[in-house]
């Protein structure tokens, strides 16, 4: 039986390598991908960047306090992100704090006005009928008018059917697609007496609009339709089944969003239509659907759908088969369950009287957050070297060790961070720098439970290579009950935090994992290693394992006692 647990141990000693060679190819393979993205530094925060920071309160008519919840205040956290986005503002932080307040960081360089004017407003949805519509980038195609051959079919029941694919007959000059437009938009048999006129000068004017729009451009989407009120046609953007952007001309709002009284999302399995979009109108809101559906049923293609802009952009264009006079309406086609839920949402918030209120608006400069950032710089400089001190005294050689986990811990740190604003959209704020100076005595105490495991061992007379291998049980366990509690303290403050203080949270979890990572695969095993030196071996009274400078027992021996006479005399000649 020990020829076997000999070999076992060998094997053992064996893997230190490889735990090494796998941690240093994690680290090389984190930094190349943080210089192939192209993000060589962390994304900074508004405190550490500059910028605006807006705090905004839902407020509610009286009688519909129950429309401030969760599903709605996402989805106005979702549809803020997207208004500022649309300004250019790729790293903009937009948030839920608490029941009823969204917090809206607006990074330096950003038109602040502008940005308060587009998320401080309630969503803007309306039902406009479309004109004109084609598939963006694509060859010049010119709309069918009325007098095209292409129809919908009639069909029963109050239903219109999500409308995937544009219609359109083979490529034309741009002017024939310009002569298209002008017919579509005299035939349009939908306008409101306030509405842009379609004579030669507006005609015209939207014309090269439509013309000109590129919607496969995201500064060109966020432009589209600029200035346009509910009254006027306008020229907009959306995205088909398909993903590709599609580009319209939309004639004057008919039906409003407040108009939608609820929408849901449905699965149908009655008719196998799938996952569809189910709407119900308020009363004066079902008066303005039957009668624009009622219009639009007598059209061809195009000029049978009718286009749910939100905030200027198409999110569905179905086509009308008949009028629907009976309040409701079920919008069908190629819907997920995600997709037919983010359209009710979209439908649900256009509905809510919710607007919000402006609490506070606060500008934070750079300058401050980074002399805030110093000051935390120099208080973690200060509190790092009097650990190095600390582990040069006491540890000596020893220190090393934990000098060279140390750096590993933060290249692994910095590269992660790095890697993260692009991928999750973290930021590195002031209390996030808080919780990675904090890790680092997280860290350090793993170190000092190792060692004081192993000298513990010296102490009791054994050599430093069995040790080592006999501390680390009892260190491990030991290190990860500590890791635990500092990993669950840091995921119970993320979750019932919210803003600046979730950072400090996240970056104390992290770097609590990269601790267990550390220990395990760089500071257990280089240790492993260097054991077999003289160095560490022998004990040399700069090793910080000089067994006489740690008061080391001196090694057990087992005598032999004689064996006791059974009973009476021993013969002899027997002897």
């Known amino acids: 039986m020990a020829a ?27 930094t190349g ?16 960047a500059g910028g605006t920071s807006i705090t905004l309160r839902a407020v509610a008519e009286p009688g519909q306090e129950s429309a401030i919840n969760k599903t709605n205040m996402d989805t106005a956290v979702d549809i803020m992100e997207r208004r500022v986005n649309g300004l250019g503002v790729s790293e903009a932080e937009v948030q839920t704090q608490g029941d009823r307040n969204i917090i809206v960081n607006i ?31 694509a060859a010049a195609t010119p709309t069918p008018s009325p007098s095209a051959s292409s129809s919908a079919s009639g069909s029963s029941g109050d239903e219109a059917t999500d409308k995937s694919t544009p219609s359109g007959t083979p490529s034309a000059s741009s002017t024939t697609q310009g002569r298209a437009v002008t017919d579509a938009l005299k035939a349009d048999s939908t306008p409101s007496p306030s509405a842009t006129p379609t004579g030669d000068g507006a005609g015209s004017k939207l014309e090269a609009q439509y013309a000109a729009l590129d919607c496969t451009k995201k500064s060109a989407r966020a432009k589209a339709g600029d200035g346009a009120k509910p009254t006027d046609y306008t020229v907009a953007c959306g995205q088909n089944s398909s993903g590709q952007w599609q580009k319209y001309i939309l004639g004057p709002a008919e039906v409003d969003g407040t108009d939608v009284d609820k929408a849901q999302a449905v699965l149908n399995t009655q008719t196998g239509a799938g996952w569809t979009v189910t709407m119900d109108f308020t009363n004066g809101g079902s008066k ?36 629907l006079t009976g309040g409701n309406a079920e919008i069908s086609g190629n819907f997920n369950q995600e997709s037919a839920q983010a359209l009710a949402n979209m439908l649900s918030y256009g509905a809510l009287p919710l607007t919000f209120q402006e609490d506070s608006v606060t ?92 000298r513990d061992e010296i102490r009791e007379g054994r050599s430093l290579r069995p040790a080592v291998e006999r501390a680390w049980p009892r ?27 979730q950072g400090f949270a996240f970056t104390l979890g992290l770097t609590t994992l990269l601790d267990v990572v550390v220990v395990f695969l760089f500071t257990k095993p280089l240790l492993t290693i260097l054991a077999r030196t003289k160095f560490f071996a022998n004990g040399h009274p700069w090793s910080g394992l000089d067994p006489k400078r740690l008061g080391a027992k ?22």
């Open 363 to 454: 500008t934070v400069t750079a300058a401050l957050g980074g002399e805030q950032l110093r000051a935390g710089l120099i208080a973690g400089a200060i509190g790092l070297g009097l650990v190095v001190i600390y582990l040069l005294i006491y540890y000596r050689g020893l220190s090393v060790i934990a000098l060279l986990s140390l750096l590993v811990s933060a290249a692994l740190t910095y590269t992660l961070m790095a890697l993260l604003g692009p991928a999750i959209g973290f930021a590195l704020n002031l209390p996030a720098v808080c919780g990675a100076i904090v890790a680092i005595g997280i860290t350090a105490d793993s170190f000092i439970v190792y060692f004081e495991r192993v």
């Open 107 to 137: 990074p330096k360089g950003t038109n602040s006005k502008e940005a308060r004017d587009q998320v401080g407003t309630t969503a803007k949805l309306y039902f406009r009928p479309v004109i004109a519509t084609e598939v963006a980038g």
């Open 33 to 48: 991908g943080m210089f192939a993205s192209g993000h060589t530094t962390p994304r900074l925060g508004i405190d550490l």
């Open 288 to 323: 303005k659907f039957a009668a624009i559906t009622g219009k639009l049923a007598k059209n061809q293609s195009p000029q049978n759908q009718f286009a749910i802009v939100l905030d200027g952009e198409v999110v569905s264009d179905p086509f009308v088969r008949q009028a």
């Open 475 to 501: 260190a491990r366990r030991t290190i990860l009950v500590s890791d635990f509690v500092s990993f669950l303290a840091a995921a119970v403050l993320f979750i019932v935090t919210v803003g600046k203080v």
């Open 554 to 575: 001196p090694p057990l021996r087992r005598t032999r006692r004689p064996a006791s006479p059974a009973a009476g005399p021993v013969d002899p000649k027997e002897a």
């Open 4 to 30: 076997p647990k000999k070999g076992r141990s060998a094997s053992a000693q064996s893997k230190p390598g490889r735990s090494l060679a796998l941690i240093l190819i994690a680290i090389v393979a984190l």
